[in-house]
C-alpha cells in the first residue's frame, strides 16, 4: 500500500513538472518577437504606370520593412478595382484606374485609400490615340463610323466618350471596343478596330513593329484634364483596418519607389523588360508618366485631379460628386 501511494507522489509530480515546464514555453514564445513575415497581395495592370512597384520589388525594400509581396496581375482596371473592394487583393500597384477609384468612393466612401498619382502632361507622354500605320484617318472627327478600341472598364469608356464630345463626334457615331492590353497592337493590326485609345508602351510597341501611327498625343491631357491622372495606388480600407502596421509599411515603401521611379534611372528600365516583357531597345525608349505621392500634392494636381473626378458625374455615370481630397490616405 505504502509502495502504491508513493509511486502515485511520484506520477504527481512528474505531471507537475511537465505543465511548468509548458506553460514556461508557452510564456516563451509568446513574448519572444514574432519572425513571420506579412503578405500582401498587390494587383496591378500589364502597363508604364506600374513601374514603381516593381522597382520596390526588385530593390529589396518590402523586405527592409518586413514584409513580402504577391504580385496580381489583372488585364482590365475593373476586375482590379472589385478585387480591392471585395478584400481579396489588399493594394494596388499606381496603375489603378484612378477614375473607378472615385466611382467606387461616391459608392461607397472611404474604401479605398491613394498613396500616390500617376499623371501624364504634354511633356509627359502618358496616354494615346492610335491607328493602324497606313490608316487614311487624320482626326478625330474621322472617327465617325469606325471601332474606337479601349482598355476595359468604365473609366475609359467615359473619357473616350468625352474627347470624342470634344470633337464634336456624337459617341453614338462610334463603336466602343473594349479590348485588353496584350490584344490591342493585333487588333488593331488586323482591322478588328480602326483605333486604340491606350497607354504606354502601346504607342513605342506600335511604333517599333511598325503596326501603328500616332494620332493624338496625350489627348487626355488635352481633352478631360490637365494633368491627366488616370492612374493611382491604392490600398484597401478592409485590409489597412485589420492589418495597420502591414499597410502602413506598404505605403511608406510604396512612396519611396515613387520617388526613385520619377528619377527614371536607366537601370529601373530593366524590370520592364523582365515583367512586361518588352524588347530592351523599346523599355529605353518608353515614355514614363509622372508619378507623385498622394502626400503634400500641390494644388494643382489636385484641381485637375478634381475635374477628372467630376467627369463621371457629369456623364451621369456617378449620382453625386465626391471630394478627391479624402481619399488621400495620410
Known sequence: MLKVNFSKKIVLAAVAVLALL??????????????????????????????????????????????????????????????????????????????????????????LKLYSLTCGTLDSLNDQLLVAKNSSIQSIADLRGKKLGHIPGIQFSTVAKKILLENGVNPSEVTLVELAVSTQLA??????????????????????????????????????????????????????????????????VMREAVELTAKDAPSNRAYLVKYLSLPKPVAEKTPLPLFVSTKGLDAKTISAYQQFADLFYEMNVTSKKVDVKQMFWD
Open 187 to 252: 487588333t488593331l493590326s488586323t482591322g478588328g478596330v480602326d483605333a486604340l485609345l491606350t497607354l504606354e508602351p502601346i504607342n513605342t510597341i506600335g511604333t517599333a513593329q511598325n503596326v501603328s501611327r500616332l494620332l493624338v498625343a496625350s489627348p487626355m491631357v488635352k481633352y478631360v484634364s490637365n494633368p491627366w491622372c488616370g492612374a493611382t495606388g491604392v490600398v484597401s480600407t478592409k485590409f489597412s483596418n485589420s492589418n495597420t502596421e502591414a499597410a502602413q509599411k506598404f505605403v511608406k
Open 22 to 111: 509548458a506553460v514556461a514555453l508557452f510564456i516563451s514564445q509568446s513574448s519572444a518577437p514574432s519572425t513571420s513575415v506579412q503578405v500582401i497581395n498587390v494587383g496591378y495592370l500589364p502597363v508604364v504606370q506600374t513601374l514603381p512597384l516593381f522597382v520596390a520589388v526588385e530593390q529589396g525594400l518590402f523586405e527592409k520593412e518586413g514584409i513580402r509581396v504577391e504580385l496580381q496581375r489583372f488585364d482590365a482596371p475593373n476586375q482590379l478595382i472589385d478585387s480591392l473592394v471585395s478584400g481579396k487583393t489588399n493594394a494596388g500597384a499606381p496603375s489603378v484606374a484612378a477614375g473607378i477609384a472615385t466611382i467606387v468612393e461616391s459608392k461607397n466612401p472611404g474604401a
